[in-house]
């Protein structure tokens, strides 16, 4: 599961109360500059590891509680089904496989985008 600091960010912005990334259960969080440029992602490279895009996730009602009061509440998916739904799922971040190539990704690896959907 990756997600872009541009997609959080622009999602934030609409939200009333902000959420943070643990929300969304992260693998990898990557710096972008544009909102949910990561859809579109088919492979690239984190540092020496390859990735291939395979979707954008569907996200389910466990985004609507805060991880760590264990508070429920209809945000942020609410919000996000009014920009983000597609298919009559709401999408938020992009489920990655990793090739088998380089097996070590560290925090400040570059992001290096080989091929687009």
Do not use: H
């Not at 109360?17 to 859809?39: G, H």
């Not at 492979?43 to 979707?55: E, R, V, W």
């Not at 496989?97 to 690896?109: I, Q």
């Amino acid at each position: 599961m990756l997600i872009g600091s541009a997609s959080l960010t622009d999602l934030n912005q609409r939200l009333e109360s902000p959420v943070d990334y643990d929300r969304f259960r992260p693998n990898i969080v990557v710096k972008t500059e544009v909102p949910f440029e990561e859809d579109q992602w088919k492979s690239f490279q984190l540092g020496i590891a390859s990735f291939q895009g395979i979707k954008p996730c569907s996200r389910c009602i466990m985004v609507n509680i805060d991880q760590e009061s264990i508070v429920s509440s209809k945000e942020p998916l609410r919000t996000m089904a009014t920009y983000r739904k597609e298919d009559n799922k709401v999408k938020f971040g992009l489920n990655t496989r990793w090739t088998g190539e380089g097996e070590m990704v560290r925090v400040g690896d570059e992001v290096k985008l080989l091929d687009f959907i």
